[in-house]
């Protein structure tokens, strides 16, 4: 199965700084098939971004995703205390469908 | 857009079965595939498998083979999924997911498994 790793594990930024996230996978992907979610605390995660840089439905455009073959890339510029959250990658290129373990996102 | 409701929590025995429910409101129902993921306490997600209602196919993934069923039923609109042969280490978060690209997520189902 493809693994996905993300890096850092745990981001501490202050308000209005740019976080950057990566997922690297253990084979080329297409980016059709690459998402990004968030979950907050206590809630279920939401879809972010879709076709490794399509944003879904709602979402700021202060979220953007790039990469290609196995390095993507979710950035959040200008961030806000609202974006505190763990934010995962996933693939549905092959099944399994599988998840990086998350970047966690402190807010200084 | 759709709301997806599962059902609520749930508290097992070891060696006994859980079966979880996701309706879905809203939107059109049987033609988008809905998928099952748990998430282990302080832990990333697994996927479980997945099932397109209008056309009956299952997908399951290889760990969970044997012990998951994913079933719909389109007259209520409603998804399930039931593991078998719970341990302990199926304590989790349950959660029913849509489309391709999981973009609506149920509320999510705890399911703990303790003797």
Redesign the interface.
């Known amino acids: 199965e493809v693994v996905l790793t993300q890096s850092p594990g745990t981001l501490s930024l202050s308000p209005g700084e740019r976080a950057t996230l990566s997922c690297r996978a253990s084979q080329s992907l297409s980016s059709s098939?690459l998402?990004w979610?968030q979950q907050k605390r206590g809630q279920?995660?939401?879809?972010l971004l879709?076709?490794a840089s399509t944003r879904?439905?709602g979402v700021p455009d202060r979220f953007s995703g790039s990469g290609s073959g196995t390095d993507f890339t979710l950035t959040i510029t200008r961030l806000e205390p609202e974006d505190c959250a763990v934010y995962?990658c996933?693939q549905?290129d092959t099944?399994?469908?599988?998840?990086?373990?998350?970047t966690k996102v402190e807010i200084k | 857009q759709v709301h997806l409701l599962q059902s609520g929590a749930e508290v097992k025995r070891p060696g006994s079965s859980v079966k979880v429910s996701c309706k879905a409101f809203g939107d059109s129902f049987s033609s988008y595939t809905y998928s099952w993921v748990r998430q282990a306490p302080g832990q990333g997600f697994e996927w479980m498998g997945e099932i397109v209602p209008i056309f009956g196919t299952v997908k399951y993934a290889q760990k969970f083979q044997g012990r998951v069923t994913i079933t719909a039923d389109e007259s209520t609109r409603t998804a399930y999924m039931e593991l078998g042969s719970l341990r302990s280490e199926d304590t989790a978060v349950l959660f029913c997911a849509r489309g391709m690209n999981l973009d609506s997520w149920g509320q999510g189902t705890l399911v703990t498994v303790s003797s």
């Open positions: 098939f998402a979610y279920a995660p939401r879809l879709y076709a879904a439905t995962y996933q549905h099944s399994p469908r599988t998840f990086g373990q998350g």
